[in-house]
């Protein structure tokens, strides 16, 4: 399945294996893969914070900032609004983190 391999280009170019991922048919077209990635209980939230943005460039370029950055940050990136993807068929892609999932 193509999804498939454009998902393991995603984790690839992130550098990180994921927990609990899904690739499932989304219902507006295409193909939506959700996992979550480990992040070290011993980081700051600031830490953190960049990390996260250091992995979503990793995807590509132009990311919308979206969310609190101080509770619940969080980007998308979309190739249609001008983002460029730096993963080969990936067109779409959102992260979120969320502060009160590491109480």
Same mark, same amino acid.
């Given at each position: 399945?193509?999804?498939? /391999?454009?998902?393991? $280009?995603?984790?690839?170019?992130?550098? $990180?294996?994921?927990?609990?991922?899904?690739?499932?048919?989304?219902? /507006? +077209? #295409?193909?939506?893969? =959700?996992?979550? @990635?480990?992040?070290?209980? /011993?980081?700051?939230? #600031?830490?953190?914070? =960049?990390?996260?943005? %250091?992995? +979503?460039?990793?995807?590509?370029?132009?990311?919308?900032?979206? #969310?609190? !950055?101080? %509770?619940?940050?969080?980007? =998308? @990136? !979309? &190739?249609? &609004? #001008?983002? $460029?993807?730096?993963?080969?068929?990936?067109?779409? !892609?959102?992260?979120?983190?969320?502060?009160?999932?590491?109480?």
């Amino acid at each position: 399945m193509q999804a498939n /391999k454009i998902f393991n $280009r995603c984790i690839m170019a992130i550098g $990180r294996l994921p927990m609990d991922a899904t690739v499932k048919p989304y219902s /507006k +077209g #295409g193909y939506l893969a =959700v996992f979550e @990635l480990y992040h070290s209980d /011993k980081m700051g939230w #600031g830490d953190l914070v =960049v990390e996260v943005l %250091s992995m +979503g460039q990793k995807l590509g370029v132009g990311w919308t900032l979206l #969310g609190d !950055a101080n %509770s619940d940050p969080s980007a =998308v @990136l !979309a &190739t249609n &609004t #001008g983002s $460029r993807s730096s993963v080969s068929g990936l067109s779409w !892609a959102e992260w979120q983190l969320n502060q009160h999932e590491m109480d």
